[in-house]
């Protein structure tokens, strides 16, 4: 049965169309008693598999120590990802991986997998505008940063307080403060410099649900950067087809409508109707 892929910028409402999609799927099998027993369902992402959105920051200054290179720890998180979706998909399998899927290169090879399996192949596309997103981003960085602050207290073994980037827009001054506090307190205070070197002030204020628990992407750019090399959908070709568009506004009707086309289309494979154009 088919593979189903999520796709869209970071923080643009993904993971949220993905579950829906996934309870509309159940309902649907469950309602059908010629799919109640044929049909199994799965969804997989990036945090069914536990991949952290510091995998896909590319800038080799923020890789850490043990990772081989800032470009291995994607590779790792994608051949886990492809890993995840082999082993279940099958005839008998439905299969929604909701992740970025922003490569075409990526989206080709899981299009063969389905092509392998004699199973079909769908992909729907997230839309929201880039401030929209960003703000999702922006509101997880905040949330982030206060349960950091509520749950840490900002001191030292010598007592002093360290003043926090975001408290401090200065930068510490060497003479007022206790060494070890001054680089800590200095080095905060140089990763908000770059942080806020790369930010785009364009974003959207947007209140995140309160079930959200998603970490954001940081820094910033690591952001940035995947909405820059985000490669759009074509539908003219065969791996991006047949494409199904959902956007931030639609209602849960007009989500649901969707959902139905690609019940028709993509899991019982009806063939489409045609329309005659007057
Ligand atoms: P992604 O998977 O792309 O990171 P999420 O689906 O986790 O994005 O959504 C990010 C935040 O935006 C969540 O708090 C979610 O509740 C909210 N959100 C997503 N889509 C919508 C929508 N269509 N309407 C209102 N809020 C939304």
Same mark, same amino acid.
């Given at each position: 049965? +088919? ?6 910028l970071p923080t643009s ?39 952290s959105r510091s995998v896909y920051d590319l800038d080799?200054a923020h ?7 800032a ?29 970025l ?29 880039v401030t929209r997103a960003r703000g999702v981003n922006e509101a997880r960085i905040r949330r982030q940063e206060q349960?950091q ?15 926090t980037a975001a ?21 905060n205070w140089q990763q908000k410099q770059f942080e806020e070197s790369t930010t785009e002030p364009d974003s959207e204020e947007v209140?995140l ?5 998603q970490e954001p992407y940081l820094p910033r750019s690591n952001w940035e950067n995947l909405v820059f090399r985000y490669?759009?959908?074509? +539908? ?43």
């Amino acid at each position: 049965m +088919p593979l189903i892929l999520i796709t869209g910028l970071p923080t643009s409402g993904k993971s949220t169309r993905a579950s829906q999609l996934y309870d509309y799927l159940t309902e649907r099998i469950a309602s059908d008693p010629s799919t109640s027993s044929k049909f199994r369902l799965h969804l997989i992402s990036d945090q069914t598999l536990s991949i952290s959105r510091s995998v896909y920051d590319l800038d080799p200054a923020h890789t850490p120590a043990h990772v081989r290179s800032a470009n291995a720890s994607e590779k790792d998180a994608r051949a886990a990802l492809y890993g995840a979706v082999k082993r279940v998909l099958s005839p008998r399998d439905i299969v929604i991986l909701d992740t970025l899927n922003y490569i075409k290169g990526w989206r080709y090879q899981l299009y063969c997998e389905a092509k392998n399996v004699q199973t079909p192949f769908g992909l729907v596309q997230v839309g929201c505008p880039v401030t929209r997103a960003r703000g999702v981003n922006e509101a997880r960085i905040r949330r982030q940063e206060q349960q950091q602050q509520s749950t840490q207290p900002s001191t030292t073994d010598t007592g002093a307080t360290i003043p926090t980037a975001a408290a401090a827009g200065a930068a510490p001054k060497s003479g007022d403060l206790h060494p070890e506090t001054y680089q800590q307190s200095h080095q905060n205070w140089q990763q908000k410099q770059f942080e806020e070197s790369t930010t785009e002030p364009d974003s959207e204020e947007v209140q995140l649900s309160p079930t959200d628990v998603q970490e954001p992407y940081l820094p910033r750019s690591n952001w940035e950067n995947l909405v820059f090399r985000y490669e759009e959908p074509n +539908p003219m070709t065969r791996w991006d087809s047949p494409l199904f568009i959902l956007t931030w506004n639609d209602t849960p009707e007009e989500a649901r409508k969707v959902f139905d086309q690609i019940w028709d289309e993509v899991v019982v494979n009806k063939p489409q109707k045609l329309i005659r154009a007057n």
